[in-house]
């Protein structure tokens, strides 16, 4: 099973990273043949400003470019996808958000060219979102700010794609070491109930089996 890791945080020694880091050693750790891609936004200069190209893309009057489409295969070739971020203006820093407007393209992450059917097409893709705070449990809680992240990301972005979010976690910045040993055990669950999933699925193909069994990861297409 293999883990995409997206990181927004310009900062390669921030919290944020030290999260991911625990989050795909945790991947690793439980199973043998699990993998992990830390996509490191800033470090990779990716561009979030939406372009006239997108569009056109939007418009279904031009292909995504390439850099776009590489996006999306990555995406393609991921089992989970995991989002962790710094909370910026109570919501996803502009870098992450970018990359969500240009990447989950209409006809790719959704479609809904049909005037009277919105089409879900990332289904297959469980999502997990860790965001790390500067502010303290009372000021979420207070003003409702966590809540309205997941409305706004949860249920605006992922579920509007249908992408199933199964870890949506808030971390605060004054407890780093609790911060990073969570971290840990979310990336040691990622894949733990998926892989059980596969095991029990009956309708797993013979070359699913037999790949599972090699150790190469069965993909979800060979699904009859
Ligand atoms: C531009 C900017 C906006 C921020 N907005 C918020 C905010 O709305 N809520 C919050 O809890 N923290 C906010 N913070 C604090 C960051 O979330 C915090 O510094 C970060 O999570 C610390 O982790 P890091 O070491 O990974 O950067 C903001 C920080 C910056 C730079």
Redesign the pocket.
């Known amino acids: 099973m293999h883990a995409l890791i997206v990181v927004a945080?310009p900062?390669p020694k921030?919290?944020?990273?030290r999260?991911a880091e625990q989050i795909a050693d945790g991947v690793s750790l439980n199973g043998q043949y699990n993998t992990t891609e830390i996509a490191d936004l800033a470090a990779e200069k990716f561009d979030p400003s939406y372009t006239l190209e997108d569009v056109d893309v939007l418009q279904g009057k031009a292909n995504p470019t390439p850099e776009i489409l590489a996006e999306q295969r990555r995406i393609g070739r991921a089992d989970a996808l995991v989002l962790v971020h710094?909370?910026?203006?109570?919501?996803f820093?502009a870098l992450l958000k970018g990359w969500i407007d240009r990447v989950f393209t209409n006809g790719w992450a959704y479609d809904d060219t049909s005037s009277d059917r919105l089409i879900k097409k990332l289904r297959y893709l469980p999502v997990h979102i860790i965001s790390?705070?500067?502010?303290g449990i009372r000021?979420?809680a207070r003003h409702g700010?966590y809540g309205a992240m997941k409305t706004q990301i949860n249920h605006g972005i992922f579920d509007y794609c249908g992408a199933p979010v199964k870890t949506s976690e808030l971390m605060f910045?004054s407890d780093p070491e609790s911060c990073l040993k969570t971290a840990h055990n979310i990336g040691q669950k990622i894949f733990a109930t998926q892989v059980e999933r596969i095991v029990d699925e009956s309708r797993l193909t013979k070359t699913d089996r037999l790949s599972c069994e090699s150790g190469v990861r069965p993909r979800r297409f060979d699904y009859v």
């Open positions: 945080n900062n921030s919290l944020t990273h999260v710094p909370v910026y203006w109570w919501s820093p790390i705070a500067g502010a000021t979420y700010y910045q």
